[in-house]
């Protein structure tokens, strides 16, 4: 039997080596004929840690890696353009504080 192979988002890259990936479907309702989003959880052996949070990648079905683990990552598809505005205000908060420390020191 052809293992499966599986495209989805990386939602959590805490772990080294292990990756949470969501994978997206759509079901449709048995009496309303709706179609409703669902999700499939999958953790993912990443031996180099090459996928980030937010990346796109492809997995395929392995053996039992862990108690969990049981798909592992053949490419990273596309790689995540979102920008971390935390991260980036905390890099600039002290450039920030050292040019007022500047400008008051010249003022007075």
């Given at each position: 039997m052809p293992k499966r192979v599986a495209t989805g988002v990386v939602t959590s890259d805490r772990a080294s080596q292990t990756r949470r990936?969501?994978?997206p479907r759509l079901v449709k309702?048995?009496?309303?004929?709706k179609y409703l989003r669902r999700r499939t959880v999958c953790h993912v052996?990443?031996?180099?840690?090459?996928?980030?949070l937010g990346d796109t990648i492809e997995i395929v079905e392995c053996s039992p890696r862990s108690k969990i683990k049981r798909w592992e990552?053949?490419?990273v598809?596309?790689?995540s353009s979102a920008v971390d505005?935390?991260?980036m205000r905390a890099a600039a908060k002290p450039d920030e504080e050292a040019d007022g420390k500047e400008e008051h020191e010249t003022k007075s």
């Open positions: 990936v969501e994978l309702h048995v009496k309303y004929k052996h990443d031996p180099e840690n090459d996928s980030k990552l053949v490419r598809v596309a790689r505005l935390a991260a």
